[in-house]
């Protein structure tokens, strides 16, 4: 509970002075220094910070009591003011200039998790979604989240897993199965990219960029991948006996793939270096 009031702006003991009063009569600033165990002179600005944010008020008498406001009507409070910042936010920076191409790195599971979230969150129209089954359960949640509100998300989804999205492409697992570093992708509104990879003992990373030829390789590959199954699913026997079983002939032509396809994967330190 302490933890959800910090996230609305309160300090660590401005949280717990508010539980110690919420629901309760009326306390004094002695009062509740002895419940939740700080000296009442700390007390005192904890409790005064909380009236000057609206949270709390003051009681006349002697000595001077404080009561907390009902979370309901701080929650509200706190909504009100957010949106009003919001909207001025929203009018007052519409009109900058579009940012330029940028490639931002994100390292460790916990800032590519937000950056995923982040970019869900701000999608307006459409993800493409490219990951390993092994991961879905990873972003699936904001997927899902995104897909709730109307978003139109398209998942790519390489393996069998059982997911609640509504429109998922199941692509085949490749010889040798899942590599070390899973990669995955999103595409946002055709706008920002972010692509990354999940490793089997490390930490996860990723590249957030806008930059246009980013954007243009994940969609191309995205559309190449939609495409090329459906062509497998109608003329399987003729590709194999015209290329080989799973296009032989045609890696046999191109050794530069075959190198490609079966070096084993390497689980990079920094993705960007990787890219480049």
């Known amino acids: 509970m302490i933890d959800a009031?910090?996230?609305l702006g309160l300090s660590d003991l401005e949280a717990r002075c508010y539980?110690?009063?919420h629901g309760q009569p009326p306390s004094s600033g002695y009062e509740v220094a002895k419940q939740v165990s700080v000296s009442r002179s700390n007390v005192y600005a904890a409790?005064?910070?909380l009236v000057d944010k609206g949270v709390c008020r003051t009681v006349e008498g002697e000595p001077v009591?404080?009561?907390?406001?009902?979370?309901?009507q701080v929650v509200k409070l706190l909504q009100t003011e957010f949106e009003r910042t919001a909207r001025l936010l929203e009018n007052e920076l519409t009109y900058l200039p579009a940012a330029p191409p940028f490639f931002s790195n994100w390292k460790g599971d916990a800032q590519v998790d937000l950056a995923v979230k982040r970019l869900a969150a701000n999608a307006s129209e459409e993800i493409l979604a490219d990951i390993w089954a092994e991961d879905l359960h990873k972003i699936e949640d904001t997927l899902l989240a995104a897909e709730e509100r109307g978003i139109a998300v398209h998942l790519m989804v390489i393996g069998e897993t059982p997911t609640a999205l509504s429109r998922v492409i199941v692509h085949s697992v490749p010889a040798g199965g899942p590599p070390a570093a899973r990669n995955f992708?999103?595409?946002?509104?055709k706008e920002t990219s972010l692509l990354g990879s999940f490793t089997r003992h490390g930490q996860a990373s990723a590249l957030e960029s806008n930059h246009p030829a980013v954007l243009d390789?994940?969609?191309?590959?995205?559309?190449h991948d939609v495409v090329m199954m459906r062509i497998e699913q109608d003329f399987a026997p003729e590709l194999e006996a015209r290329y080989g079983k799973n296009y032989d002939l045609i890696f046999r032509e191109h050794p530069e793939m075959r190198k490609r396809m079966t070096e084993p994967a390497s689980e990079p330190d920094d993705l960007e270096d990787d890219i480049y």
Not at 65 to 72: D, G, S
Not at 217 to 223: F, G, I
Request: aromatic residues 10%.
């Open 19 to 21: 539980l110690a009063l």
């Open 5 to 7: 009031l910090r996230k």
């Open 47 to 49: 409790l005064r910070s």
């Open 185 to 189: 992708s999103l595409l946002l509104d």
């Open 65 to 72: 009591t404080f009561a907390a406001i009902p979370v309901r």
């Open 217 to 223: 390789v994940l969609q191309t590959s995205y559309y």
